[in-house]
C-alpha cells in the first residue's frame, strides 16, 4: 500500500526528525539517499525502518532484508520527511548510537563547540578518511542533524562520536596530550607530535573555551598569507593529515 498523505502518522514520525526533539524523542536520525542507506546497512547500523518512494517498489524486497518495517511513500509524502531539496526516493531512520564516555585507544579529536553542522560532519569524514574513529563533541551543532549526517559523507557510521561536558570530557582524556589549533600557537610544520594524542578543534568565530585551552599540553597554528584564519573543518583535516603523517614518519 502507498502512503499518499503528509498527516499519516508514521510519516509524520519521520518528518520529526529533521528536528533535534524529534531525534531526541525516538533516539533515531535519518539517513537519505541510496550510497548512504546502502553503507549505513553494510556498517551494521541498526535500522529502525526503511522508506521508498512509491517508483523504488521493486527494492521492497531489498529493504526487507535489513529494516523491520518498509514503507512505500507518494511523492509528497516522501518529500515531507526528507531534508534534501531533491530527494532520492530512499531513506532509512537509524538508532543513535549510545555511547558514553571511554577513554580513546588511538589518536582522536575533541571539537569545542563548533556550532554549523555543516562543519561537524565534514570534520568527521575526515576524520574517517584519516583513521581518527574516536570523537569527542563538546556543546557542538547536533552530527545526527540532516546537515552534519549529509557532511559526513557516511563517515559518521566508521566514527565513534562521544558528547559530553567539557569537564567531563576532559576527564576521560586525562592522560592523553592534548594538542591546541591556534593561530599564535607553534609552527604545526615543525612540531613534533607525541605517540597518542587529541587534537582541540574550537568555535568558528571564538575559538577554543577557556577550559580546554588551559588544559592544553601543546598549541599548534597553522601558517598563512593574506588570510587571518581557515574554516574549522579545513583546519581539522590539514591537522589530522599532517600529525598522523609525522607520527608514521617516526616509526
Not at 535500522?47 to 521492497?60: G, S, T
Not at 514503507?71 to 543513535?96: M, N, R, Y
Not at 580546554?212 to 597553522?222: E, K, L, N, P
Amino acid at each position: 500500500m502507498v502512503i499518499l498523505s503528509k498527516q499519516n502518522p508514521a510519516v509524520k514520525e519521520l518528518a520529526s526528525l529533521k528536528e533535534k526533539k524529534g531525534r531526541r524523542e525516538r533516539g533515531t536520525f535519518l539517513v537519505e539517499g541510496g550510497k548512504m542507506v546502502s553503507e549505513c546497512v553494510s556498517c551494521g547500523m541498526e535500522i529502525v525502518r526503511i522508506a521508498l518512494r512509491e517508483e523504488r517498489e521493486q527494492q521492497i524486497g531489498w529493504a526487507q532484508a535489513y529494516a523491520p518495517e518498509v514503507l512505500l511513500l507518494g511523492k509528497d509524502a516522501f518529500g515531507a520527511i526528507c531534508d534534501e531539496k531533491t530527494p532520492q526516493g530512499i531513506a532509512a531512520e537509524v538508532k543513535i548510537p549510545q555511547s558514553g564516555l571511554v577513554s580513546p585507544t588511538k589518536s582522536c579529536l575533541l571539537l569545542d563547540g563548533l556550532s554549523d553542522p555543516a562543519n561537524v560532519g565534514a570534520v568527521v569524514r575526515t576524520a574517517a578518511a584519516a583513521g581518527y574513529r574516536e570523537i569527542y563533541l563538546a556543546d557542538c551543532a547536533d552530527p545526527y542533524s540532516p546537515k552534519s549526517v549529509r557532511a559526513s559523507m557516511s563517515g559518521i557510521f566508521y566514527t565513534k562520536l562521544m558528547r559530553g561536558t567539557r569537564e567531563d570530557i576532559l576527564a576521560t582524556l586525562r592522560e592523553v596530550p592534548l594538542v591546541a589549533a591556534d593561530m599564535a600557537g607553534e609552527n604545526i610544520f615543525s612540531f613534533v607530535p607525541p605517540e597518542k594524542f587529541c587534537i582541540c578543534i574550537g568555535n568558528e568565530g571564538n575559538g577554543l573555551s577557556d577550559i580546554v585551552r588551559g588544559s592544553a599540553d601543546f598549541t599548534v597554528g597553522i601558517p598563512m598569507e593574506n588570510m587571518e584564519s581557515l574554516n574549522a573543518a579545513v583546519s581539522a583535516g590539514i591537522l589530522m593529515y599532517l600529525l598522523g603523517h609525522k607520527k608514521i614518519e617516526r616509526r
